[in-house]
């Protein structure tokens, strides 16, 4: 079977499936149209066997359902558009009351009805080509039937439907063009598609309108000045020199030169031309040879560089950039000990002891009658001056004083400190004292000594002190000989 027979044998039963879904013979044409078109192209997909009336049946409900979305989808355009409502549906004849109970059912029951009682298909075949499930086609059915029924048309109505005749034209106008489409009724745009470009073409000639009228208002026209005036080469003032023939090449006219006569700019007739102006001073020669750069000996060179480096460190004094040396750990441990009392202060002359056993004066001196000479001070005792961290415990907060304090057995509550301006320190050792306390430029030295014999003991003032809060290091020096 080609597909001419196919369009031929199979349009009165598409014709009349399409009449009984939609109830109108307009629509019934069109549905039946594309669904032939669609089983002229899917003929080669049965190999040669015969199409049954399942197979024709499903291609008409689908352009039947294809054509129920685009009618809602035009219908949703339009009412969003142009505020238009769809056109009402061609009414069932009046003799056809079976078919008129069918228009008020639900279109999947309707068809149901349509493929069971008017085709007598299979339910299974009914609800496959539905895309339903058994349970779900029964039920619908079943309630389609009770329908028909309560309409005083029997649930069987659709059963003595007549089997209508199509258009001669209709099998003609289904068969595929040589693209391989339907004939279509319509050359550049689909009608469902039309209310949408109306409406965008109208929006787009508003929008010009607007533009052109409302935000963009036309101009007045700018008021012009006087045509300006064309004067000749001789009514023209003399300031205005015509230079046009010079600049162009050509020669100057007679005006044009008498008026630079007039201003100075053109020779007088006869008069001599100025010579070149010459500048004062001796003329200068390419063969006078150049000064010899002056030398500099190895002693001039070094005092030169010795007074360069002398005024560059004068000039970093007056400006308060000189760098001030590192100090090192025994530098803080002298300078500590010297704050304390236990070295003498930095040149100062040494402090003279008179020796225990006088020295027999030979027979040549005559100084002294006899009397002690003098001996430098013995140095410092072994040990003194060390560094002693794990001696003193340094606190930064009211809490870690209270506990420290507590802890070391002090008498007494711990001194209210300034924690954010200052900090504190407590020596562990019973019996000792801090003597100084002295901010270096690395950090602060804490030097302690132990009381002497007659000294009266007094915890707050002697293991206590107050530190700076800079520098944050901190260094513990113990003043006792080993």
């Known amino acids: 079977m080609n597909e001419r027979e196919l369009a031929l044998s199979a349009a009165g039963p598409a014709y009349t499936l399409a009449y009984r879904l939609e109830g109108s013979r307009d629509a019934a044409v069109e549905i039946a149209s594309a669904a032939l078109a669609d089983a002229a192209r899917a003929l080669p997909g049965l ?5 049954t009336p399942a197979w024709l049946s499903r291609f008409v409900v689908e352009s039947w359902r294809a054509r129920r979305r685009r009618q809602k989808r035009d219908a949703f355009l339009s009412a969003a558009t142009l505020g238009l409502t769809g056109a009402p549906e061609e009414p069932p004849p009046p003799n056809e009351p079976a ?13 149901l009805v349509v493929l069971r009682d008017a085709l007598h298909l299979p339910e299974s075949e009914a609800a496959a080509i539905l895309s339903l499930s ?3 086609a029964a039920a619908k059915l079943s309630s389609a039937r009770l329908a028909l029924a309560a309409a005083g048309v029997g649930e069987s109505a659709a059963q003595s439907l007549p089997r209508l005749e199509p258009p001669q034209d209709l099998a003609e106008s289904s068969l595929p063009g040589p693209a391989g489409e339907g004939r279509r009724d319509w050359v550049f745009l689909p009608p469902s598609l039309r209310p949408l470009a109306f409406a965008l073409s109208s929006g787009i000639v508003a929008l010009w309108i607007w533009q052109r009228v409302v935000v963009r208002p036309p101009l007045a026209q700018a008021p012009t000045g006087p045509e300006p005036r064309l004067d000749s080469g001789a009514e023209a003032p003399l300031s205005q020199i015509d230079v046009s023939r010079a600049a162009s090449g050509l020669a100057p006219s007679a005006d044009a030169h008498a008026q630079s006569q007039a201003l100075g700019l053109a020779p007088q007739p006869g008069a001599a031309l100025p010579g070149p102006a010459k500048a004062s001073g001796r003329p200068l020669s390419s063969d006078t040879p150049a000064p010899a750069p002056a030398t500099m000996s ?7 560089n010795i007074a360069m480096f002398a005024d560059l460190e004068r000039q970093k004094r007056e400006l308060g950039i000189t760098g001030v040396p590192e100090e090192s750990a025994a530098q803080r441990r002298e300078e500590a000990l010297r704050r304390a009392g236990l070295l003498p202060p930095q040149g100062a002359p040494a402090a003279a002891v008179v020796r225990a056993t006088p020295r027999m004066l030979s027979s040549g001196d005559e100084s002294g009658g006899g009397l002690p000479a003098a001996a430098p001070a013995p140095p410092p005792a072994a040990g003194a001056g060390r560094s002693a961290p794990d001696a003193a415990l340094v ?32 020596v562990k050792p019973t019996g000792a004292k801090v003597v100084s306390v002295v901010a270096g430029a690395t950090a602060v030295v804490v030097t302690f000594r132990r009381l002497g014999d007659g000294e009266t003991p007094s915890p707050v003032a002697d293991r206590f002190a107050r530190l700076p809060p800079t520098p944050a290091a901190v260094e513990i020096i113990d003043a006792n000989a080993r």
Do not use: C, I
């Not at 190999?47 to 199409?51: I, L, S, V, Y």
């Not at 009211?398 to 007494?412: F, V």
């Open 47 to 51: 190999r040669g066997a015969a199409p």
């Open 99 to 111: 078919q008129a109970a069918l228009l008020r059912l639900d279109p999947d029951a309707r068809a």
């Open 134 to 136: 058994p349970a779900e």
């Open 298 to 304: 190895e002693e001039e060179r070094s005092a030169r």
């Open 395 to 426: 606190l930064s907060d009211a809490d870690s004083l209270a506990a420290s304090w507590t802890l070391l057995g002090l008498p007494g509550s711990a001194p209210s400190v300034d924690f954010t301006r200052e900090r504190a320190v407590l």
